[in-house]
């Protein structure tokens, strides 16, 4: 049978803006009051989408979230209407107020952590949605993108969806973004690599000193444990602390894997030879044969790394076997990282293709290629499960494409977040959207 990696990416939501929310991304604390483009901002991801079905890649659409989300201002003491809500808010709480009209929902490697089925003990592709528990505006995310992705993968036969971790700190789950899959073919049982920023309960471990770690070991162990993945399939490694206080949030901002292959700057984890060593040595036992792309600091320091976003690229397979990179824009922007590229894909290794993609509305809140899409590997019989509306295709891009030109503005302040008919707007979009992606009553709200 034959398996794939499938991607799905966020449909970058209405009220896409700048909220200067994420404390530890730089990219989020210097755009702060900037104003947004939506509409330029989901064009973009749609953009990206259409290239790699083009491409020949297995593309699929992960839908928007409601926001402005007036449950959770409810569930702060706000009352009266919808629009009195926002009202008050707006008047009392504009930090509240931003972050419940967030639409970083759109990073769906944050959603969920997957484990294909190759890895799992009862042969069923697992989900864990995320808790997000780290950000007050993500952690409103999970109610619904556990309703988003169970009605994308409703099968029972194939598919597992297991709720978010305990909301506390201790559980801090922060999904895909930590989590490297390797394997010799999408199918066959692979390696699952979870990196975290800090142990919650056990003082040994290093920790960061200026910014959050966003994702506990006893998160990704308890992830591990309801997956059903064997000690033999899991890899651990702690992220370096001081990278995280240079504004590496996720490890997918400073490592990217695919295949048999690890892409990671030197400075990424912590303990790095026994890391790679463990990897290798597992990989091999399942028939792979590990290979780490190792990037020296020399020639692209850190803050390369985090003003580029290098390594929140997506590392594909290319039909021939080679790998292709892609990467945000802002790659091509600094001399350090362009010329490393040209270096790289000139070579003999692994990675022979790098393709440039313009992201700058998601780019400026801290959100890359890689942040964008959510990897599923899938079997030929879990692909034929999968709902077929989300599924990309040339003529689902062109009515997406026009689904975001009849709903979206094309400017977002913070000021218009007062604005009451933003929510109508809103709403009346997301009505729509789950008519086209066939995706039933996955929002709980009624229009009025
Ligand atoms: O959680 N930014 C997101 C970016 C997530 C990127 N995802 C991955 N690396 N996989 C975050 O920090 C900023 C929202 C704002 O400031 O308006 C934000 O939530």
Redesign the pocket.
Known sequence: MSAYEMNFDGLVGPTH??????Y??V???S??QVASNPKEAALQGLGKMKALMEMGFKQGVFAPQERQDVAALRSLGFAGTDAQVIAQAAKQAMPLL?AVS?A?SM?T??SCTVSPSADTADGRVHFTAAN?NC?F??SIEHPTTSRVLGAMFASQQHFAHHAALPAVGQFGD????NHTRFCKGYGDAGVEFFVYGRSAFDSRYPAPQRYPARQTLEASQAIARLHGLSDEGVVYAQQNPAVIDQGV??N??IAVGNGEVLFYHQDAFLDTEQVLAELAAKLARRGGNFQAVCVPREAVTVDDAVRSYLF?SQLLTRADGNMLLIVPEECRNNSNVWNYLQQLTSGSGPIREVKVFDLKQSMQ????P??LRLRVALKDNELAAVNPGVIMTPSLYETLTSWVGKHYRDRLSESDLADPQLLIECRTALDELTQILKLGAVYPFQLA
Do not use: I, M, P, T
């Open positions: 803006n700048y909220g200067g929310l994420s530890g991304n990219a989020s604390q755009n702060s931003a967030s970083s990073w490697a944050n997000l950000k505006h993500r922060e999904g895909a973004a949030f996720h997918d901002v929140n809140n801290g959100g890359g890689a942040c």
